[in-house]
């Protein structure tokens, strides 16, 4: 059965002054009704919607609805030309009312639209159609309720009613939805759609007619101001009467005064209006902040989301430890918390406001104000207007600037933004003069907003805290390298997987070795976490350990695949161990599952993936691991990363270790740049997820003539050629100044490598680099200690002297026996760009 209503007098029809007002003109709207379900299919197809869109109940029911109802533009506005398109003509939007068809069909909207549209049919080629479209949410299958009618049905009705009625006006005839309508005829849309949906059952029609009713009552607009509800009986009479009325009683509730007794429906339903007009403000808000967890941008959209629909000044405080993303007691805040000023927006001209209370300022508040009441009460705080004897109270809190005349004859209103029942700020609410002043009801408002507001900002603050924590953890993990060792300049960099998991098991590191060698070390832990990033800390610290032991490549790993199995067989990890020898001229390397390095050839600027045995992850046990030496020139640069860097999911990692080589080889000023350039090339690929450890060095090597070395004899008197030596080569090299220091700590070097050796020779070796370097080696494996020597000792004074007079030293094992070394620095003329400095 189609659903029709009698309807007003017609559009643009008035009656001239002092004119008795027409009776309504009788008529009826008939409405198409269409049902969709959940899979896109229509489920119920009316009379009317067979008679509208010219096609049977047995062909529409269980086809999807976008092809039954194809849409081809909307109609123009008047006397708007249009081009023709496809010989359908092409329709500029019709007053912007609502969202296309399309959407709602689509099920893209969650909210009810109403819209104007041309619709191509078998039997009149195009229709001109008014259409209301409800979602429809509950256990049924409905997903969508389409209502439609004829608009050129209408125009014609109208023209027939009243031939003054111009075109124009018919034009005008467009859906919409009263949200708060008192217009009468609710029941007759209750009892007369369950009619006309007799697939239903009386429970699930009756379910859909309450999400009507309450989504928003089907009218037809003529203009701004003029409605006319899809209901039975109603004339334009009766609509003015009921508009008096209700304006009567809204300057009654305005002014505070008693509602007579013949208005109190209209009250009662213009309150039930501002509630739900709030309601919907509240949801708006709730939608518009809390879009990312970034505390800065979540301040902006809470002091946006209220300016000027709520009030026309919004300023936003915050404690000082939320802003800087710190925790802090739950205690109630005193006089001495400190309150930063973090967003402010107004609808003033541009600029008032900015010099007199910028943003980014950080005060207390005293006891005696209402911001102090505000922040410790927890509670909104409303003053109707604030007097010139407030506004002077508040302004004594501004030094040296008056904010009188900002605030004085305003209303304000200060809500709390709490979470958790935590105070972490609040909202100073200021409405202009003009403006109606903040009452109870805007009070509720604002704690509500404020309540939302403050766990939006809660969530990102914590967020923030937590990202910090991460962060440092994270740097607290990897070391920092220095741009500069023996023999080679280093870079790195780290990229953390995600935004929420910055904490990974990702490292890189370099360990000194004796002989002037660097070791370079990139791991990488499997999985993402505290728990893998907690692996790494223990795998990276046995590293440095089992490093300085100056084991060969291989048996580092080997030893550290031992160690993994004893913490426990929870972690896997991938490692890649190389030890470069400046003075050699090679890379000694291992590998552990680990993705191959880059070596990037100095002479003709070709990268390759360097050939050597892959291995197996730490902590599968029971694996051999086998090391290859590769020689380099100077000026050579050694490539390492982590796979997150080359792998994406969906790739060939072939395609990630291609562009490696390539942008490895790439030409730059520094180690930063060509750092950046890898980086540039892989690290911004779509769908990375994994962390990045990325490290570069490029092997300068040291010139033989900066390394002299003298093997000496198991005799005591060898320790005065020692001297004599390192003073002759010192003067060479133009280091007369360090040859006193230097012979000194030979001498007791030496003297214990004599006194501790069995069999083998001592060597002595000095190494200009960024330091001076003095190495002894003997064949005994007891590592020397620093003792405090009493005054009747004979011994124990030796490496005291290193101590004190070095810039660094220390001992080693061998496998042959031990070294001990110590470092000097060097004059500034000598040093290398970034080289160590004077302790």
């Given at each position: 059965?189609?659903?029709?209503?009698?309807?007003?007098?017609?559009?643009?029809?008035?009656?001239?002054?002092?004119?008795?007002?027409?009776?309504?003109?009788?008529?009826?709207?008939?409405?198409?009704?269409?049902?969709?379900?959940?899979?896109?299919?229509?489920?119920?197809?009316?009379?009317?919607?067979?008679?509208?869109?010219?096609?049977?109940?047995?062909?529409?029911?269980?086809?999807?609805?976008?092809?039954?109802?194809?849409?081809?533009?909307?109609?123009?506005?008047?006397?708007?030309?249009?081009?023709?398109?496809?010989?359908?003509?092409?329709?500029?939007?019709?007053d912007g009312l609502g969202p296309g068809l399309e959407s709602s069909l689509d099920g893209h909207l969650s909210y009810p639209a109403a819209g104007r549209a041309r619709l191509t049919v078998p039997a009149d080629d195009r229709v001109d159609v008014l259409w209301w479209a409800y979602p429809l949410v509950g256990p049924g299958r409905e997903r969508l309720l389409v209502l439609a009618a004829d608009a050129d049905g209408l125009r014609?009705?109208?023209?027939?009613?009243?031939?003054?009625?111009?075109?124009?006006?018919?034009?005008?005839?467009?859906?919409?939805?009263?949200?708060?309508?008192?217009?009468?005829?609710?029941?007759?849309?209750?009892?007369?759609?369950?009619?006309?949906?007799?697939?239903?059952?009386?429970?699930?029609?009756?379910?859909?007619?309450?999400?009507?009713?309450?989504?928003?009552?089907?009218?037809?607009?003529?203009?701004?101001?003029?409605?006319?509800?899809?209901?039975?009986?109603?004339?334009?009479?009766?609509?003015?009467?009921?508009?008096?009325?209700?304006?009567?009683?809204?300057?009654?509730?305005?002014?505070?005064?008693?509602?007579?007794?013949?208005?109190?429906?209209?009250?009662?339903?213009?309150?039930?209006?501002?509630?739900?007009?709030?309601?919907?403000?509240?949801?708006?808000?709730?939608?518009?902040?809390?879009?990312?967890?970034?505390?800065?941008?979540?301040?902006?959209?809470?002091?946006?989301?209220?300016?000027?629909?709520?009030?026309?000044?919004?300023?936003?405080?915050?404690?000082?430890?939320?802003?800087?993303?710190?925790?802090?007691?739950?205690?109630?805040?005193?006089?001495?918390?400190?309150?930063?000023?973090?967003?402010?927006?107004?609808?003033?001209?541009?600029?008032?406001?900015?010099?007199?209370?910028?943003?980014?300022?950080?005060?207390?508040?005293?006891?005696?104000?209402?911001?102090?009441?505000?922040?410790?009460?927890?509670?909104?705080?409303?003053?109707?207007?604030?007097?010139?004897?407030?506004?002077?109270?508040?302004?004594?809190?501004?030094?040296?600037?008056?904010?009188?005349?900002?605030?004085?004859?305003?209303?304000?209103?200060?809500?709390?933004?709490?979470?958790?029942?935590?105070?972490?700020?609040?909202?100073?609410?200021?409405?202009?003069?003009?403006?109606?002043?903040?009452?109870?009801?805007?009070?509720?408002?604002?704690?509500?907003?404020?309540?939302?507001?403050?766990?939006?900002?809660?969530?990102?603050?914590?967020?923030?805290?937590?990202?910090?924590?991460?962060?440092?953890?994270?740097?607290?993990?990897?070391?920092?390298?220095?741009?500069?060792?023996?023999?080679?300049?280093?870079?790195?960099?780290?990229?953390?997987?995600?935004?929420?998991?910055?904490?990974?098991?990702?490292?890189?590191?370099?360990?000194?070795?004796?002989?002037?060698?660097?070791?370079?070390?990139?791991?990488?832990?499997?999985?993402?976490?505290?728990?893998?990033?907690?692996?790494?800390?223990?795998?990276?610290?046995?590293?440095?350990?089992?490093?300085?032991?100056?084991?060969?490549?291989?048996?580092?790993?080997?030893?550290?695949?031992?160690?993994?199995?004893?913490?426990?067989?929870?972690?896997?990890?991938?490692?890649?161990?190389?030890?470069?020898?400046?003075?050699?001229?090679?890379?000694?390397?291992?590998?552990?599952?680990?993705?191959?390095?880059?070596?990037?050839?100095?002479?003709?600027?070709?990268?390759?993936?360097?050939?050597?045995?892959?291995?197996?992850?730490?902590?599968?046990?029971?694996?051999?691991?086998?090391?290859?030496?590769?020689?380099?020139?100077?000026?050579?640069?050694?490539?390492?990363?982590?796979?997150?860097?080359?792998?994406?999911?969906?790739?060939?990692?072939?395609?990630?270790?291609?562009?490696?080589?390539?942008?490895?080889?790439?030409?730059?000023?520094?180690?930063?740049?060509?750092?950046?350039?890898?980086?540039?090339?892989?690290?911004?690929?779509?769908?990375?997820?994994?962390?990045?450890?990325?490290?570069?060095?490029?092997?300068?090597?040291?010139?033989?003539?900066?390394?002299?070395?003298?093997?000496?004899?198991?005799?005591?008197?060898?320790?005065?050629?020692?001297?004599?030596?390192?003073?002759?080569?010192?003067?060479?090299?133009?280091?007369?100044?360090?040859?006193?220091?230097?012979?000194?700590?030979?001498?007791?070097?030496?003297?214990?490598?004599?006194?501790?050796?069995?069999?083998?020779?001592?060597?002595?070796?000095?190494v200009r680099a960024d330091t001076l370097l003095c190495e002894v080696d003997d064949d005994d494996h007891e590592l020397p200690a620093l003792k405090s020597a009493g005054p009747d000792d004979e011994t124990g004074r030796g490496?005291?002297?290193?101590?004190?007079?070095?810039?660094?030293?220390?001992?080693?094992?061998?496998?042959?026996?031990?070294?001990?070394?110590?470092?000097?620095?060097?004059?500034?003329?000598?040093?290398?760009?970034?080289?160590?400095?004077?302790?």
């Amino acid at each position: 059965m189609d659903h029709g209503t009698e309807r007003d007098a017609p559009p643009g029809h008035r009656a001239g002054p002092g004119a008795v007002p027409a009776d309504p003109v009788a008529g009826r709207v008939p409405l198409a009704v269409v049902v969709v379900d959940r899979d896109g299919l229509v489920s119920h197809w009316s009379r009317g919607a067979r008679r509208l869109f010219a096609l049977p109940k047995e062909e529409a029911i269980g086809r999807p609805a976008p092809d039954l109802l194809p849409v081809s533009g909307v109609l123009p506005e008047d006397g708007e030309q249009t081009e023709n398109i496809t010989g359908y003509g092409s329709y500029a939007p019709y007053d912007g009312l609502g969202p296309g068809l399309e959407s709602s069909l689509d099920g893209h909207l969650s909210y009810p639209a109403a819209g104007r549209a041309r619709l191509t049919v078998p039997a009149d080629d195009r229709v001109d159609v008014l259409w209301w479209a409800y979602p429809l949410v509950g256990p049924g299958r409905e997903r969508l309720l389409v209502l439609a009618a004829d608009a050129d049905g209408l125009r014609r009705d109208y023209a027939d009613s009243d031939p003054d009625a111009g075109a124009a006006t018919v034009e005008r005839i467009a859906p919409g939805f009263a949200l708060h309508t008192d217009f009468p005829g609710s029941e007759e849309l209750a009892r007369r759609l369950p009619e006309i949906l007799p697939s239903m059952s009386v429970g699930e029609s009756a379910r859909i007619v309450a999400q009507v009713l309450e989504l928003g009552y089907p009218v037809l607009e003529f203009s701004q101001n003029d409605r006319v509800p899809v209901t039975p009986d109603w004339g334009v009479p009766r609509r003015v009467e009921r508009r008096a009325r209700r304006e009567r009683a809204a300057r009654a509730l305005a002014a505070g005064e008693p509602v007579p007794d013949g208005l109190r429906d209209e009250a009662e339903d213009l309150e039930y209006a501002a509630v739900r007009e709030r309601l919907e403000f509240l949801n708006e808000v709730s939608g518009a902040i809390g879009t990312s967890l970034d505390l800065s941008q979540t301040i902006v959209e809470v002091s946006r989301a209220v300016v000027p629909r709520f009030t026309d000044v919004a300023g936003t405080y915050l404690r000082e430890q939320v802003v800087a993303g710190e925790g802090f007691s739950d205690g109630v805040p005193d006089t001495t918390t400190m309150w930063h000023r973090v967003a402010l927006e107004h609808t003033d001209e541009p600029g008032r406001w900015d010099d007199v209370v910028p943003v980014g300022e950080a005060m207390p508040f005293p006891a005696h104000t209402p911001f102090f009441q505000c922040m410790t009460s927890g509670e909104p705080v409303l003053v109707p207007r604030i007097t010139e004897e407030m506004g002077h109270a508040i302004a004594s809190q501004f030094e040296k600037r008056d904010i009188r005349p900002l605030i004085t004859g305003r209303s304000m209103l200060l809500v709390p933004l709490k979470a958790r029942n935590v105070v972490l700020g609040f909202m100073i609410l200021l409405r202009h003069p003009e403006r109606p002043v903040f009452n109870d009801m805007d009070r509720v408002t604002g704690a509500e907003l404020a309540a939302r507001a403050g766990l939006v900002l809660d969530n990102a603050r914590m967020y923030t805290h937590q990202e910090n924590v991460a962060e440092t953890l994270q740097d607290s993990m990897l070391p920092h390298i220095p741009a500069r060792m023996a023999g080679c300049d280093i870079a790195t960099r780290y990229l953390p997987g995600t935004l929420l998991g910055r904490v990974g098991g990702d490292w890189f590191d370099s360990v000194k070795l004796p002989g002037a060698r660097t070791a370079l070390v990139v791991g990488d832990v499997m999985g993402h976490g505290l728990n893998s990033a907690a692996m790494m800390g223990q795998l990276r610290t046995a590293v440095q350990t089992m490093a300085g032991l100056d084991l060969p490549p291989a048996q580092l790993l080997r030893n550290l695949d031992d160690l993994a199995q004893r913490l426990g067989d929870t972690h896997l990890a991938t490692c890649l161990y190389a030890v470069y020898d400046p003075i050699a001229g090679e890379v000694h390397l291992a590998n552990a599952g680990h993705i191959p390095p880059v070596l990037v050839r100095a002479e003709d600027g070709v990268s390759e993936l360097i050939d050597l045995p892959t291995g197996a992850p730490i902590g599968v046990g029971g694996v051999p691991f086998e090391s290859v030496r590769v020689p380099v020139a100077p000026g050579d640069r050694l490539v390492m990363c982590t796979d997150g860097l080359v792998e994406v999911r969906g790739e060939d990692i072939g395609v990630g270790l291609a562009t490696l080589c390539e942008s490895a080889a790439h030409p730059a000023a520094s180690m930063d740049d060509a750092c950046d350039t890898i980086i540039r090339a892989l690290g911004t690929r779509g769908g990375r997820k994994d962390d990045v450890a990325l490290l570069m060095a490029r092997l300068t090597g040291i010139e033989p003539d900066a390394v002299a070395a003298w093997r000496l004899a198991r005799d005591p008197a060898e320790v005065g050629r020692a001297r004599a030596a390192v003073r002759e080569q010192l003067h060479d090299w133009g280091l007369p100044k360090l040859a006193g220091p230097a012979e000194l700590m030979v001498s007791e070097l030496v003297t214990n490598a004599l006194r501790h050796s069995h069999a083998r020779p001592v060597e002595l070796r000095l190494v200009r680099a960024d330091t001076l370097l003095c190495e002894v080696d003997d064949d005994d494996h007891e590592l020397p200690a620093l003792k405090s020597a009493g005054p009747d000792d004979e011994t124990g004074r030796g490496l005291r002297v290193v101590s004190t007079l070095a810039r660094e030293w220390g001992a080693s094992r061998t496998n042959a026996g031990k070294t001990v070394w110590f470092e000097l620095t060097l004059p500034a003329r000598y040093r290398y760009p970034g080289a160590p400095g004077e302790r």
